[in-house]
């Protein structure tokens, strides 16, 4: 697999791999944490406090990149950054452990910084061993292959996230997500030796913001938007613009940083302006993509907590029990959420979920026949298992469409890297329509869907995400200016922490719909759009690619 590669990718493919187990073994629970009841363990949440605390936090996670390539860029160096940011990630989730919902913010803001450090960083690394021409033709599938790395430890992930909370309790899986993050970093300490040559730092240009001006400029204003954003609503309508005064804060916050990049391409040099234009006109259309992507945590992980017939055949059944992926449900009466006629459980005054004496919530849209009687329980899958579809189709999808590109390159049909994007967009629309025809087969969710609903929309989505995500990641590489290359990769982050935030504004929605057909109708229509654009300023975009890279 990395042969023809640079010495330095299978350490950071190693590394990377144990740093998305511990991510998406946190992200893989996280929503079903927060609306687990209390007496179990949970916080307690009601749907849209989740949802509103999913899409901040994985909004947040994705804007520090900004930031931490900065830094890396003009002071740390690539390597120290990623140590810096892997320490604070591990500690995080390991603090997430600790009941409390103080020691549970303090951790959720340990992991956004850390991650600010780490993210950018070792992809900038992975670009840069591409650098030299003996490597420079492989940069695609290099990125391509890296990618696979993140999906295998986000795909084995859960497995363990739910064996540990189903045996021991949520504590102990969120200790697993730190322990993984310390692996990684171990490795990628002990392979150091093979990405030094990646690690050049590149002296600013004259036209470049100093660090000095870019904190009183940008940071100092993102914190005074934030504020401004979280109580200047409240104050002058007396309620959030966009339903929760954290979306208002976040939005407004990020206005400086939209403008910082806005300026970095009109002061750019005749020879850079291009280049940064072609990233940004990028950048705002996979805001798109990652608004429709996240929602597998939120909106998804609900369809698939509530609506999906997640029963397990017999002949599997002992299987599954043990390793731990089995929840036992049965008639028994106790305090559950009651849910409403759109699914969604009441809630009292302050967001808190509201518990009444009757039947598990699963039973709701179950036919009667196969309740369980007596003291017989139903055994279903932990729905935490369905995150673990779309990293297990990356990695199998992968080679193959490595291969596919590598097929048609051989016969000079190869789409430029702007043309995957737009390809991944559109692929990213048809996904969308298959939780529409999911609604429309469960009689809009008064009857269980088939799992096979899910994993399929999850099976396309993955074809978009392969065309599109590690694209996107050669595509900076491919034309940030050498000393921006970090700084750049920022910016992709923060287009995928604005379609993050929006992912949970969105999932947040969900129980506004009686039908839910109209929810994913709405993410068709963004996808398409956003599909559109691409492909309309295609010719401009494999201009700038072409004239700065000798390539497509």
Same mark, same amino acid.
């Given at each position: ?6 010495k330095?990718?299978?350490v950071l493919?190693?590394?990377?791999m ?6 998406y073994?946190?992200l893989g ?7 687990d009841p209390?007496?179990n363990?949970g916080?307690?949440?009601?749907d849209?406090k989740?949802a509103?605390?999913?899409g901040t936090?994985?909004?947040l ?12 860029d ?6 120290k950054a ?13 603090g997430?452990?600790?009941?409390? =919902? ?6 959720? +803001? ?10 950018p960083n070792i992809?900038t690394l ?9 490597f ?6 290099g990125f391509?292959?890296?990618?696979m ?9 859960n ?10 309790g949520?504590?102990y899986?969120?200790a697993?997500?730190?322990?993984g993050?310390f &692996?990684g970093?171990?490795?990628f300490f002990v ?7 990646a690690?050049v730092?590149k ?16 940071f ?6 934030g ?7 409240l ?7 966009l ?7 976040? +939005?407004?916050?990020s ?10 391409w009109l002061k750019?040099?005749k ?7 072609a990233?940004l006109? &990028? ?13 597998n945590?939120s909106?998804l992980?609900?369809w698939?907590?509530?609506?999906? =017939? ?6 599997v059944?002992?299987?599954a ?5 089995t929840?036992?449900? =049965?008639t ?8 409403d006629?759109?699914g969604v459980?009441?809630? =009292?005054e302050?967001?808190?979920v509201i ?16 309740h ?5 329980k139903?055994?279903?899958?932990s729905?935490?298992i ?17 291969g596919?590109? /590598? ?6 049909k ?8 737009g ?7 048809i996904?969308?329509?298959?939780m529409?025809?999911? &609604? ?10 088939s799992a096979?609903?899910?994993i ?7 074809i978009?995400? +392969?065309?599109?995500?590690?694209? /996107?990641?050669?595509? &900076? ?8 290359t970090?700084?750049?990769m920022?910016?992709w982050?923060?287009?995928?922490s ?9 999932s947040?929605?969900? /129980? ?18 956003g599909?559109?654009l ?17 390539h497509?």
């Amino acid at each position: 697999m990395f042969k023809n590669h640079p010495k330095g990718l299978p350490v950071l493919f190693f590394t990377e791999m144990w740093e998305r187990f511990g991510f998406y073994l946190m992200l893989g629970i996280f929503t079903l944490y927060m609306i687990d009841p209390a007496k179990n363990g949970g916080m307690g949440y009601s749907d849209f406090k989740a949802a509103d605390i999913y899409g901040t936090y994985i909004a947040l996670v994705y804007l520090t990149p900004f930031l931490g390539g900065l830094l890396a860029d003009r002071i740390l160096g690539y390597r120290k950054a990623i140590l810096i940011g892997g320490i604070l990630m591990g500690t995080g989730y390991i603090g997430l452990a600790v009941p409390g =919902d103080a020691m549970f913010f303090l951790s959720l +803001l340990l992991i956004i910084i850390g991650n600010g450090f780490f993210k950018p960083n070792i992809s900038t690394l992975v670009g840069n061993l591409y650098n030299n021409d003996k490597f420079k033709v492989y940069k695609d599938s290099g990125f391509n292959i890296f990618y696979m790395g993140i999906n295998i430890g986000a795909f084995l992930c859960n497995f363990i996230a739910a064996y540990l909370r189903n045996s021991f309790g949520w504590g102990y899986a969120f200790a697993a997500a730190g322990l993984g993050m310390f &692996v990684g970093l171990i490795w990628f300490f002990v392979g150091q030796k093979h990405v030094v040559e990646a690690d050049v730092i590149k002296p600013a240009a004259p036209e470049d913001m100093p660090l000095s001006k870019v904190f009183t400029t940008i940071f100092i204003p993102l914190l005074a938007f934030g504020a401004l954003g979280w109580f200047l609503p409240l104050l002058l309508i007396g309620s959030p613009l966009l339903g929760s005064q954290s979306t208002d804060a976040f +939005l407004f916050a990020s206005l400086p940083i939209i403008y910082f990049f806005a300026s970095l391409w009109l002061k750019a040099s005749k020879e850079d302006k291009a280049p940064i234009g072609a990233l940004l006109s &990028v950048f705002s259309v996979v805001i798109i993509f990652w608004s429709i992507f996240h929602q597998n945590g939120s909106a998804l992980t609900i369809w698939a907590e509530r609506y999906t =017939d997640r029963e397990i055949p017999a002949i599997v059944e002992p299987v599954a029990k043990t390793f731990g992926f089995t929840q036992e449900i =049965d008639t028994t009466r106790s305090n559950y959420p009651i849910l409403d006629s759109h699914g969604v459980p009441e809630t =009292d005054e302050n967001g808190k979920v509201i518990y009444q004496y009757g039947p598990h919530p699963y039973l709701t849209n179950l036919d009667e026949q196969r309740h369980p009687e007596g003291d017989q329980k139903l055994k279903l899958l932990s729905t935490e298992i369905f995150q673990s579809v779309n990293p297990f189709f990356v990695v199998f999808l992968t080679p193959v469409v490595v291969g596919f590109f /590598g097929f048609l390159r051989k016969r000079g049909k190869e789409p430029s890297t702007p043309g995957k994007i737009g390809l991944g967009m559109l692929i990213t629309a048809i996904s969308t329509t298959v939780m529409m025809l999911a &609604v429309v087969a469960s009689g809009n969710g008064m009857e269980k869907s088939s799992a096979l609903w899910l994993i399929s929309s999850y099976g396309v989505i993955t074809i978009g995400e +392969l065309f599109l995500s590690p694209m /996107g990641l050669a595509l &900076v590489s491919k034309l940030s200016p050498p000393r921006l290359t970090a700084l750049m990769m920022g910016g992709w982050f923060l287009a995928t922490s604005l379609g993050n935030k929006l992912s949970g504004v969105l999932s947040g929605l969900w /129980g506004s719909f009686e039908n839910k057909i109209y929810f994913f109708t709405i993410n068709f229509i963004g996808a398409a759009f956003g599909a559109f654009l691409i492909f309309l300023l295609l010719k401009w975009l494999k201009a700038v690619v072409k004239e700065h890279t000798g390539h497509h």
